[in-house]
């Protein structure tokens, strides 16, 4: 298990002077000099000789570099929260729920999960060169917890994302009332700030597009089921495959087009390979929906 917060904070390192945040993009322009024009949300743009979109399920460049591309809801919700994990908590967690990530399945596929982050050394000098926040959020350690149920078990998404936190984790008991009570207990010691329903999508693999200045990685492109927890590594094999292609094109080994049509072809083999073998597992797992052709 991997603190995702920790791992931007990390990948952050260095790019201090580099990164701006709140710059949410909303579209972008392709100009004749092969440069892209870059709109954000302020009004403000920016020039770049290659656009990469990372913002997501909901990229705004996807959705404009490409259009036909499909992102079908999975019909499967998450209840989610974290459980600080403190000699108080541990004493009531059995101990053999301590694997990379427990699933425990009941009738209709409603799931309860629990994925501990224990962290291996907070006290190295690693961490203790970094800054108060970082020192701060690597000493605290946490399980992930989730309720999931298929969507028709599920309250409807208005009423879903309406509810409050603690209203949330009050119907996740509920609806674990009848369960082993170490089960209850783990929904119990969510952390009711933590609390949050997720709807599960995925994208639909895509016949492949002519390679242009503008490209897409992570969840902006191959969105998946979360069964196999599979994403967050897929994405960071992206930027490891795409870096290097642009590092190769930067220092003249191929053309920037041939580079971006080599990540393109590597990362829709990989990376659709990754949304069906999830969508597959979810499907036996926790119940949702198969993945159209």
Do not use: C
């Amino acid at each position: 298990m991997v603190d995702r917060s920790t791992l931007r904070r990390i990948l952050y390192t260095g790019l201090e002077e580099a990164v701006r945040f709140g710059a949410r993009v909303v579209g972008y322009q392709s100009r004749p000099d092969a440069t892209v024009t870059v709109r954000l949300a302020d009004g403000r743009t920016a020039e770049a000789d290659v656009l990469v979109g990372a913002d997501g399920i909901n990229s705004a460049v996807r959705a404009q570099r490409l259009p036909d591309h499909r992102t079908v809801d999975l019909e499967a919700r998450h209840i989610a929260a974290k459980i600080p994990l403190t000699e108080e908590t541990r004493s009531r967690i059995p101990p053999q729920l301590y694997s990379a990530f427990t699933l425990v399945n009941g009738p209709h596929h409603d799931v309860v999960s629990f994925a501990p982050l224990e962290r291996s050394n907070p006290r190295t000098p690693l961490v203790r060169e970094r800054d108060p926040a970082f020192r701060a959020e690597v000493g605290r350690d946490f399980a992930l917890g989730i309720f999931s149920a298929k969507a028709s078990r599920m309250p409807g998404d208005t009423e879903l994302y309406a509810s409050a936190p603690a209203d949330l984790k009050r119907y996740a008991l509920q609806r674990v009332a009848t369960w082993h009570p170490d089960l209850i207990t783990l929904v119990r010691l969510w952390d009711v700030d933590t609390v949050q329903p997720l709807t599960l999508r995925s994208h639909v693999p895509a016949l492949p597009w002519e390679p242009a200045h503008v490209t897409v990685v992570g969840d902006a492109v191959h969105a998946m089921s979360p069964a196999l927890g599979l994403g967050a590594n897929t994405a960071l094999r992206d930027a490891q495959v795409l870096g290097a292609e642009l590092v190769a094109a930067a220092a003249g080994v191929k053309p920037l087009l041939s580079a971006i049509a080599d990540y393109e072809r590597a990362m829709r083999a990989y990376g659709y390979d990754a949304v069906r073998a999830s969508a597959s597992a979810g499907e036996r797992l926790i119940g949702h929906r198969s993945l159209p052709e």
